[in-house]
């Protein structure tokens, strides 16, 4: 009760996870291909041919009657017909010489005659035949069954032996099987109420008095047809010809006591059909009905809408039970189970008295569990939108957390700043603003990873940012520390923050720089360029008195500019997958312009990395902040020497 309980809350909650019209969509398909797959069998009889081929074959191998009686098969083969002094058909005179001859030299069991013998208008059958059929009660004879489709419906046609030989036979049945649609004979008629005649095999064993299991499950069917099974001809036929019989009469010996089918062999008279293992005879078919009806695994075939009903829901029902947490499953269990189901349902296939269309029950999995998936995927393409959307806010939100503009001081001292995220959301941040007392403060921030939980630790950094700077005693060892603390409590030390910033002084130019786990700034100037390594912990892995910060103070001169950055530069990569490192970053540096202002550094530095590139998107966020410096005084000189 609680998995359909469970399955019910799922699907009740389908409608709010999918739309309306989709979910309508969705079981419109499922129930149009489970109706189309169960009341057109045209569409699966092929798979179910090739499920009974095979079936029969694993059958046939391991097969053997319950009765210990043996199946002799007398053969017309083609050197009988050749040394035979009479034209085929043979009279019924030369005919009643070999059943005499068999019974009276052989002693069989029973004979079946697979030969038909046609009504003649004007002539009677010989006496001598009439008392060969008769003597011993032991043969049997076929009668010619046809079932065609007219335009009034399906028509049944019997054609009798001769009445006078028909009339002392000691039985008389039916031989012909059905054939499907691809030219095979996979089954056999066990009897048809509608002209009171029962398949020749039958007549046989009930004449010999053995039991046939499992024939009472038929009695009550009008025409029950049964899978054929050729266990006699996988452990091989025991077969003699009626030449070898009349060449040696010690062959006679191998007749006593068995089944006799007589029937013809010979490729010239075209008694041979297509089966589930190959082109056999007729009388071959008769010697593996009788084997097949005399084994415990006789099957009948219901091919009925109710038992392709009940089939096709057990499919239903599979997916049910493996599948009640319906959207935490994976399409790779799906699959598995879709692969290993066909194999369970061919060995279940031998268990049932009657053939089970174990095909529906795999396209009954098969379209229920594509449905299943149909949703979840449709769910998971919602979940995405929802957070394509979250993202898009979540990146606008981000982008209020930038200055909207360069900073420009009239002492000279200009910032400039860009992010590009890896994702709508990223984990870099920086800013600059004007303290109270003047100076200017400047931060650059790296989160490690990217994403929506990396946007929201720089969203703490910028509010511990605006709420530290407000104080008149405000230092950057408090601000680290603050950040330390709310980053290691709210991430378990599952991120980590790198950082560098500090205060721009106005009046001497005097630039404090504190590091946090951040790579080298740099410092370019008339000479070159210099790195500026801090070696210290990210913040967020250690306690605050374990945690280990580096500053540092240098004075900017005239035209100096220092560069601040995350490490998304550094590992920007080509289509070769080559990354651009810190030597190339330092030269393209070193290359600026001197006069150049921070602002067109950072477009020069960003076109040198995009050329670098060559258009593949960047592999992490890119961030860089430029500090630059023009003196009051140098500008000045500049102006008198002009």
Same mark, same amino acid.
């Given at each position: 009760?609680?998995?359909?309980?469970?399955?019910?809350?799922?699907?009740?909650?389908?409608?709010?996870?999918?739309?309306?019209?989709?979910?309508?969509?969705?079981?419109?398909?499922?129930?149009?291909?489970? @109706?189309?797959?169960?009341?057109?069998?045209?569409?699966?009889?092929?798979?179910?041919?090739?499920?009974?081929?095979?079936?029969?074959?694993?059958?046939?191998?391991?097969?053997?009657?319950?009765?210990?009686?043996?199946?002799?098969?007398?053969?017309?083969?083609?050197?009988?017909?050749?040394?035979?002094?009479?034209?085929?058909?043979? +009279?019924?005179?030369?005919?009643?010489?070999?059943?005499?001859?068999?019974?009276?030299?052989?002693?069989?069991?029973?004979?079946?005659?697979?030969?038909?013998?046609?009504?003649?208008?004007?002539?009677?059958?010989?006496?001598?035949?009439?008392?060969?059929?008769?003597?011993?009660?032991?043969?049997?004879?076929?009668?010619?069954?046809?079932?065609?489709?007219?335009?009034?419906?399906? !028509?049944?046609?019997?054609?009798?032996?001769?009445?006078?030989?028909?009339?002392?036979?000691?039985?008389?049945?039916?031989?012909?099987?059905?054939?499907?649609?691809?030219?095979? /004979?996979?089954?056999?008629?066990?009897?048809?109420?509608?002209?009171?005649? &029962?398949?020749?095999?039958?007549?046989?064993?009930?004449?010999?008095?053995?039991?046939?299991?499992?024939?009472?499950?038929?009695?009550?069917?009008?025409?029950?047809?049964?899978?054929?099974?050729?266990?006699?001809?996988?452990?091989?036929?025991?077969?003699?010809?009626?030449?070898?019989?009349?060449?040696?009469?010690?062959?006679?010996?191998?007749? &006593?006591?068995?089944?006799?089918?007589?029937?013809?062999?010979?490729?010239?008279?075209?008694?041979?059909?297509?089966?589930?293992?190959?082109? #056999?005879?007729? +009388?071959?078919?008769?010697?593996?009905?009788?084997?097949?009806?005399?084994?415990?695994?006789? !099957?009948?075939?219901?091919?009925?809408?109710?038992?392709?009903?009940?089939?096709?829901?057990?499919?239903?029902?599979?997916?049910?039970?493996?599948?009640?947490?319906?959207?935490?499953?994976?399409?790779? !269990?799906?699959?598995?189970?879709?692969?290993?189901?066909?194999?369970?349902?061919?060995?279940?296939? @031998?268990?049932?008295?009657?053939?089970?269309?174990?095909?529906?029950?795999?396209?009954?999995?098969?379209?229920?569990?594509?449905?299943?998936?149909?949703?979840?995927?449709?769910?998971?393409?919602?979940?995405?939108?929802?957070?394509?959307?979250?993202?898009?806010?979540?990146?606008?939100? !981000?982008?209020?957390?930038?200055?909207?503009?360069?900073?420009?001081?009239?002492?000279?001292?200009?910032?400039?700043?860009?992010?590009? +995220?890896?994702?709508?959301?990223?984990?870099?941040?920086?800013?600059?603003?004007?303290?109270?007392?003047?100076?200017?403060?400047?931060?650059?921030?790296?989160?490690?990873?990217?994403? #929506?939980?990396?946007?929201?630790?720089?969203?703490?950094?910028?509010?511990?940012?605006?709420?530290?700077?407000?104080?008149?005693?405000?230092?950057?060892?408090?601000?680290?520390?603050?950040?330390?603390?709310?980053?290691?409590?709210?991430?378990?030390?599952?991120?980590?923050?790198?950082?560098?910033?500090?205060?721009?002084?106005?009046?001497? @130019?005097?630039?404090?720089?504190?590091?946090?786990?951040?790579?080298?700034?740099?410092?370019?100037?008339?000479?070159?360029?210099?790195?500026?390594?801090?070696?210290?912990?990210?913040?967020?892995?250690?306690?605050?008195?374990?945690? &280990?910060?580096?500053?540092?103070?240098?004075?900017?001169?005239?035209?100096?500019?220092?560069?601040?950055?995350?490490?998304?530069?550094?590992?920007?990569?080509?289509?070769?997958?080559?990354?651009?490192?810190?030597?190339?970053?330092?030269?393209? /540096?070193?290359?600026?312009?001197?006069?150049?202002?921070?602002?067109?550094?950072?477009?020069?530095?960003?076109?040198?990395?995009?050329?670098?590139?060559?258009?593949?998107?960047?592999?992490?966020?890119?961030?860089?902040?430029?500090?630059?410096?023009?003196?009051?005084?140098?500008?000045?000189?500049? &102006?008198?020497?002009?």
């Amino acid at each position: 009760m609680f998995l359909f309980k469970n399955l019910s809350l799922k699907l009740k909650n389908l409608r709010v996870l999918i739309p309306k019209r989709d979910l309508i969509i969705l079981f419109i398909m499922w129930f149009l291909l489970g @109706y189309f797959f169960i009341f057109y069998p045209i569409l699966t009889k092929n798979i179910d041919y090739e499920i009974k081929d095979k079936k029969i074959k694993v059958k046939s191998q391991f097969l053997k009657a319950n009765f210990k009686t043996d199946i002799l098969l007398v053969s017309i083969d083609s050197e009988t017909l050749s040394e035979t002094e009479h034209k085929w058909p043979w +009279p019924q005179e030369h005919w009643a010489k070999i059943i005499n001859d068999i019974k009276e030299k052989g002693k069989p069991k029973a004979i079946i005659l697979d030969i038909y013998f046609q009504e003649s208008k004007t002539e009677k059958p010989p006496e001598s035949f009439i008392k060969a059929v008769k003597s011993q009660s032991n043969t049997g004879l076929v009668a010619i069954y046809e079932e065609n489709e007219t335009t009034f419906g399906k !028509q049944i046609l019997i054609s009798p032996p001769i009445k006078e030989i028909d009339e002392v036979a000691a039985f008389t049945g039916i031989s012909q099987q059905p054939i499907d649609d691809d030219g095979k /004979i996979r089954t056999m008629i066990l009897h048809d109420k509608r002209i009171n005649y &029962k398949h020749i095999a039958i007549e046989l064993l009930n004449n010999c008095k053995i039991d046939i299991p499992n024939l009472s499950v038929f009695s009550d069917i009008q025409t029950p047809v049964a899978l054929l099974d050729f266990p006699v001809s996988y452990r091989g036929l025991n077969q003699i010809s009626i030449n070898d019989l009349k060449n040696d009469d010690r062959n006679y010996e191998f007749l &006593k006591d068995r089944i006799v089918i007589i029937g013809a062999t010979a490729s010239i008279l075209h008694d041979y059909h297509q089966t589930s293992i190959g082109l #056999i005879s007729g +009388p071959e078919i008769i010697c593996n009905t009788v084997e097949t009806l005399g084994s415990s695994f006789l !099957q009948l075939l219901d091919d009925s809408i109710s038992n392709r009903i009940i089939h096709y829901l057990a499919g239903v029902l599979i997916v049910m039970l493996f599948y009640s947490d319906l959207f935490k499953q994976s399409s790779k !269990q799906v699959l598995i189970i879709w692969l290993m189901l066909p194999v369970f349902l061919f060995f279940y296939s @031998y268990f049932p008295k009657a053939h089970p269309p174990i095909e529906l029950t795999w396209l009954g999995y098969t379209a229920t569990a594509a449905l299943f998936v149909l949703m979840i995927r449709i769910i998971e393409l919602a979940d995405i939108r929802e957070q394509l959307a979250e993202a898009s806010i979540c990146s606008d939100f !981000q982008k209020g957390l930038f200055p909207e503009k360069g900073l420009t001081d009239e002492s000279g001292i200009s910032c400039y700043g860009t992010c590009i +995220p890896y994702q709508n959301a990223g984990g870099d941040y920086y800013d600059f603003f004007k303290l109270k007392n003047g100076n200017i403060f400047y931060i650059l921030c790296d989160v490690s990873g990217h994403g #929506i939980s990396a946007s929201m630790i720089t969203t703490v950094v910028k509010s511990l940012v605006v709420i530290e700077t407000t104080n008149d005693n405000f230092n950057i060892d408090s601000l680290f520390n603050k950040i330390n603390y709310a980053v290691l409590n709210l991430t378990k030390r599952k991120k980590m923050v790198t950082i560098v910033g500090g205060i721009i002084n106005t009046k001497n @130019y005097e630039v404090s720089i504190s590091s946090a786990g951040h790579i080298p700034a740099i410092l370019k100037h008339g000479n070159g360029f210099e790195e500026i390594p801090l070696p210290a912990h990210p913040l967020g892995v250690y306690s605050t008195e374990r945690l &280990k910060k580096a500053q540092t103070v240098i004075k900017l001169e005239n035209f100096n500019k220092l560069f601040f950055y995350s490490d998304g530069i550094i590992e920007a990569r080509d289509w070769n997958n080559q990354e651009l490192g810190f030597d190339s970053f330092y030269n393209e /540096i070193n290359n600026l312009p001197e006069i150049a202002n921070s602002e067109e550094c950072i477009k020069i530095l960003l076109n040198r990395l995009k050329e670098h590139t060559k258009g593949r998107d960047f592999v992490d966020d890119v961030s860089l902040l430029v500090v630059s410096c023009r003196c009051k005084d140098t500008k000045k000189e500049t &102006k008198e020497s002009d």
